[in-house]
């Protein structure tokens, strides 16, 4: 008789490799899951954070004038002093391109606070003129009264 070797196929789910696989398959799966949750959340973070930026940014934009012609400030600490005393003359301008001050007590250019030391011999209406690049003006006036 011949010997017979029967061959004897082996059940697929008798494979350790098909279950190492697998399992090899769903951590891969897991682990590619939370990157994508991780990144989708990030990303959500990112845009929640630009947007606080934007409104931030568009609030300090507003308060130093935003894009109108104007006189922030304009005063004389102190307001009143005695002959032969001095006080400082201050502005802020806001988007303006040329500033003038009548009488002239110093050089000016537009800036968002500026001073100037004055000492007047007499009570003074200073006036301060700031004009746009369209020519567009405004004006104003304080007193600085000398006793």
Known sequence: MLAENPE???SLFKNPALYTGAIILAAALYAAIIFYNRWQENREIEQRTAEKRLALDA???????GKRLEIQSFYAA???IRKGGSSQLCYGV???KKVTLDPP????WPSLTRCLDVSPQKTTEYTLTIEDEKGNRKTETITLTVK
């Not at 609030?59 to 130093?64: A, K, L, R, T, Y």
């Open 8 to 10: 004897q196929k082996k």
């Open 105 to 108: 007590a110093g050089a000016v």
């Open 59 to 65: 609030q300090i934009v507003e308060s130093m004038g």
């Open 94 to 96: 806001a988007n303006a």
């Open 78 to 80: 102190p307001g009143h």
